[in-house]
């Protein structure tokens, strides 16, 4: 086994003093108001394929993003080269294109008195992920890969098995007095096993776990064996005739039906008109039972933060929890400074920055709240459905809220999951979707930042054959 | 080195050379490193890119930015194995520093690589702007400004218009411990248009963009910012009184153009040689085996001038060519890079693509496309008697393992009785790889190669791709609505 040692890329540089340089030279420059962050983040991956090494990379990267005013024009301008001739060309760059700009009545950066930060550790940082030495995290990989394998014989191929690990670190100055900063850390484990049937018929599918500590994260074998569970339950799969039944969405798929709720909830989509959300604040748009909520304070039963926490958003204002929708009333939409400013409203907190570009509007740690019943007490209520695992393509219009995806799953019969089905889409209305969800399911698990329980969904399409 | 000074690629070269140091010992010297565990082949990546976008916004120029990154990416490869390392910081330390990183791969006594550079011809596909920070901001302000007025003229129920410019000048330079040096230097545009439209308690959105690897010249005729903007405004303008499109199989009519989309799905992804080396694909094993209609000739071809998937080299430093995936129906061949090319005993296609020097390079698809048959699309919408008719899409997805893909119809039509009828809402198109093709049992005349707007994802690395396609009849899709 080669050997590995974890030297991320990074010379010692203090982003801190770099930023509030950056922000002081534009403002020296003509700014009259500007904003630097800075990121830098190193990335271990192993992947092992077949029980061999397919790819290992280690490495680290480091970037600057300015954004400057002249009054109520703005630009933004990012570089990976911070020498101080780098730095040069990002500041005289990014007051260049503020010349080309107009104004924009609504643009600027927040008010002195609304920025700051969470208080006390939000647990976003473990030292561990890297503590592994390196013939261990290939071993983690194999294991994986090895686990999902043993568990049946027509698991005769694979995707492989992976470890990751990752750390980073942002800070973020203004010249309105924000300066503030922190880093985060991430391990992954995960294995994509194939199967083949008496057919000769290929199938894939794949687990993982992650988390900011690498204690949290499951063991290779376990995720393996799931992984495996999953690749096999797709064998056989069918299509079914096209048809109107009761959808269940597993939790892995109804957290993308959040993703797509948080767009259409989003400040940017509101002001334009380009969500069929728009203009419904304090209106019934789900079932009653419906509550969501983004919460980028949140901590994991394990006293880690979460993948969506952090102490202040892109724009340095103080991370919140904001309840979206409450029993299904639209209490909420998720705002940074601009849209906020567009829509006459405060903002809920929820910039998000990358290195150039205006902040754009994110979500922190966004749930549905679990209900009551067990998924199996959900597929038990169901003579004749579709238990969606997968969903595939970009069919989600959130303007006039059209929904029609490529969709795996099983087939529900009389309460139970019985073979599997694919190539079928299933489709709907956001609209009407969101009034039908007809049960909740009691398994909200946080795996990514946006999360959801098992939802069953009432009057969709099935397109079959 | 063999190549005479005055060759473009003379100057790809010298711009590593003269603004990070880079020396010709330099590389040999890291390659040495990459190799000095063993391992078969070594391979250093220099990429500099500058970036700007512009946007307008209700009338108003709102944004502006820039952007600039620098790095190279060191890679080693040892049997199936891939060791790679990067760093934005291009000092001789830095870079032998990753060099040894990327070694760790291997282990074994160390090799030598080959002495002395051989440069790959390159050819000359796309005009190479010159300056890179010091652009023609007005000439490109200009055009959104003039795809922002005609969306606002097109109808009064447009209510929302943004208008976005994007450029990118992308600088690499390969070198590799088998001798090969190539370098290439990427200009990439692209215009884009986004509306809204209203009418009553009824919006929709529309959308059209384009571009290529040319100059602001480019944006004339069907890529003017006036057609473009028209085009996005006509797309939510028709959502408007949209009907739910129909659910289950039936025939389906694809304009020509973008909708080669359906290609890019439903086989190329299936043909790129890694997954087939690994028998993960759903195409593995059928080279010679018949996978689509005999009317089906697709083929992919990264060398197309302008061409938004177009390359001088690939990002492995090969030259692009002209691939034939599918011949009268028949699989002839797969998308290789230089480590499957090695591994099954196949010729490179030159389709070793990465994108940018963090990420590890793989088989990528560049423009593809199917060739045009006889037929004239009248005749092929004529002869269907219920079907769809979809000419515009979002995004696809392929499953590559169970073959199973979706495309995404954003403008489509219902056919009834060999005629265009009413336009339907969203709809996504289901179909299985190697049986989709099969049903193909018309291809019109009117072979269209898309505007410029395609962004192909893999492993989570995205690169510019380009995709074309005639007017084409299949017996049969499965399409996604909620309609009868």
Redesign the interface.
């Known amino acids: 086994m080669p050997q590995t040692t974890v030297q991320p890329d990074q010379t010692s540089v203090d982003l801190e003093s770099l930023t509030a340089d950056v922000v002081a030279q534009a403002i020296k420059a003509g700014a009259s108001d500007a904003e630097a962050v800075a990121r830098e983040g190193d990335e271990f991956s192993v992947t092992v394929r077949m029980g061999q090494v397919e790819t290992l990379k280690d490495s680290g990267s480091r970037g600057l993003g300015l954004r400057v005013f002249v009054g109520k024009r703005s630009a933004s301008a990012s570089t990976s080269d911070l020498t101080p001739q780098g730095i040069r060309q990002l500041v005289e760059g990014a007051m260049a294109l503020a010349r080309v700009t107009e104004e924009d009545p609504f643009t600027g950066l927040p008010e002195a008195a609304e920025f700051g930060a969470v208080q006390g550790d939000l647990h976003l940082y473990y030292d561990d992920v890297y503590s592994l030495p390196g013939p261990e995290r290939i071993e983690w990989a194999r294991r994986a890969e090895a686990a999902a394998l043993a568990v049946d014989p027509r698991l005769t191929n694979s995707d492989g098995g992976s470890f990751d690990a990752a750390t980073g670190r942002m800070v973020l100055v203004n010249s309105r007095g924000f300066a503030g900063g922190y880093r985060t850390s991430y391990a992954g484990v995960s294995a994509a096993p194939l199967a083949v049937d008496a057919n000769g018929q290929m199938q894939r599918d794949g687990w993982w776990s992650s988390a900011r500590r690498l204690a949290d994260v499951e063991s290779p074998e376990s995720v393996g064996q799931e992984a495996a569970r999953r690749t096999l339950r797709r064998l056989g799969a069918r299509r079914v005739p096209t048809q109107q039944v009761p959808i269940v969405f597993a939790p892995e798929v109804a957290r993308s039906l959040i993703g797509s709720l948080f767009e259409a909830v989003s400040g940017d989509a509101i002001w334009r008109s380009a969500s069929f959300l728009a203009s419904r604040l304090g209106q019934q748009i789900a079932a009653p039972a419906l509550t969501i909520v983004d919460d980028n304070t949140l901590l994991l039963p394990t006293g880690a933060g979460g993948f969506g926490t952090s102490p202040f958003d892109g724009e340095g204002l103080p991370s919140q929890r904001t309840v979206v929708i409450e029993n299904g009333v639209l209490c909420s939409y998720l705002l940074n400074t601009y849209t906020a400013r567009k829509l006459g409203l405060k903002s809920t907190h929820n910039a998000s920055r990358g290195l150039a570009g205006t902040p754009g509007v994110g979500c922190g740690n966004l749930y549905l709240q679990p209900g009551t019943l067990a998924p199996h007490a959900i597929l038990a209520a169901i003579p004749a459905g579709l238990y969606v695992t997968s969903l595939m393509g970009f069919g989600v219009n959130v303007v006039t809220g059209d929904y029609s995806r490529g969709a795996t799953g099983l087939w529900i019969e009389n309460g139970q999951l019985t073979h599997a089905v694919e190539e079928v889409t299933i489709a709907g209305n956001l609209a009407e979707m969101l009034r039908n969800v007809t049960a909740i399911g009691n398994d909200l698990v946080f795996r990514t930042s946006v999360a959801a329980p098992t939802l069953r969904i009432d009057g969709m399409t099935i397109a079959g054959s | 080195m063999t190549h005479a000074d005055s060759s473009p690629v003379a100057d790809h070269k010298r711009f590593f050379f003269d603004k990070f140091g880079i020396t010709e010992r330099l590389l040999e010297r890291c390659l040495g490193e990459a190799l000095s565990?063993g391992g078969d082949y070594a391979d250093l990546y220099f990429e500099s890119v500058m970036a700007t976008?512009?946007g307008v916004d209700e009338q108003?120029?709102?944004?502006?930015?820039?952007?600039?990154?620098?790095?190279c990416g060191i890679r080693v490869l040892s049997?199936?194995?891939?060791?790679?390392?990067?760093?934005?910081?291009l000092s001789p330390e830095?870079l032998l520093?990753?060099a040894r990183?990327a070694a760790?791969?291997?282990?074994g006594p160390a090799k030598q690589p080959v002495q002395g550079f051989i440069e790959t011809p390159s050819a000359e596909l796309y005009p190479v702007p010159l300056g890179g920070?010091d652009l023609d901001?007005?000439a490109r302000?200009e055009l959104i400004l003039r795809a922002d007025r005609a969306a606002r003229a097109f109808d009064a129920r447009i209510?929302?218009v943004?208008a976005g410019y994007s450029e990118e000048l992308r600088r690499i330079l390969v070198a590799a411990s088998d001798g090969s040096f190539a370098s290439d230097t990427r200009p990439l545009c692209r215009l884009n248009v986004y509306v809204?439209a209203?009418e009553g308690e009824?919006?929709?959105?529309g959308a059209a963009g384009g571009g290529g690897r040319a100059g602001l010249d480019q944006f004339t005729g069907s890529k003017s910012p006036e057609s473009l903007a028209r085009e996005a405004a006509r797309g939510a303008i028709l959502?408007l009184g949209a009907v739910p499109?129909p659910?289950?199989?039936m025939q389906v009519v694809l304009g020509p153009g973008w909708p080669g989309i359906l290609l890019h799905e439903a086989v190329g992804h299936g043909l790129e040689a890694d997954f087939n080396r690994?028998?993960?694909s759903?195409f593995a094993g059928l080279i010679g085996q018949p996978v689509a209609s005999p009317k089906v000739t697709v083929v992919d071809n990264g060398t197309m001038a302008g061409r938004r998937g177009s390359l001088n080299v690939d990002d492995e430093g090969s030259a692009t060519q002209e691939t034939v995936l599918i011949e009268n129906g028949v699989l002839k061949g797969y998308l290789s890079d230089k480590l499957s090319a090695r591994l099954m005993g196949m010729a490179n296609t030159g389709s070793g693509r990465r994108e940018n020097y963090?990420a590890?390079p793989m088989p990528r698809m560049t423009n593809t496309y199917m060739l045009a048959g006889d037929d004239s699309p009248e005749d092929i919408l004529r002869s269907v008697k219920r079907g769809l008719y979809a000419v515009n899409f979002?995004?696809?997805?392929?499953?590559i393992?169970?073959g199973?893909?979706?495309?995404?119809a954003s403008e489509a039509y219902l056919i009834e009785d060999g005629k265009i009828t009413a336009p339907v809402?969203?709809?996504?198109l289901?179909?299985?790889g190697p049986e989709a093709l099969k049903y193909v049992s018309m291809v019109g005349n009117d072979l269209k190669l898309d505007e410029g707007i395609g962004t192909c994802g893999k492993d989570g690395q995205s690169v510019p791709v380009g995709v074309g396609m005639p007017t084409v009849k299949l017996d049969r899709m499965?399409?996604?609505?909620?309609g009868r």
Request: no cysteine.
């Open positions: 565990a976008s512009l108003i120029v709102k944004s502006a930015s820039q952007g600039t990154s620098a790095g049997g199936e194995r891939t060791g790679y390392a990067y760093t934005d910081n830095r520093h990753a990183t760790l791969i291997a282990s920070y901001l007005a302000l209510v929302q943004r809204i209203k009824v919006t929709t959105k959502q499109a659910a289950g199989e690994k028998k993960t759903a963090q590890i979002g995004g696809g997805q392929v499953d393992t169970n199973k893909f979706v495309f995404s809402r969203d709809a996504t289901i179909g299985n499965t399409v996604g609505g909620t």
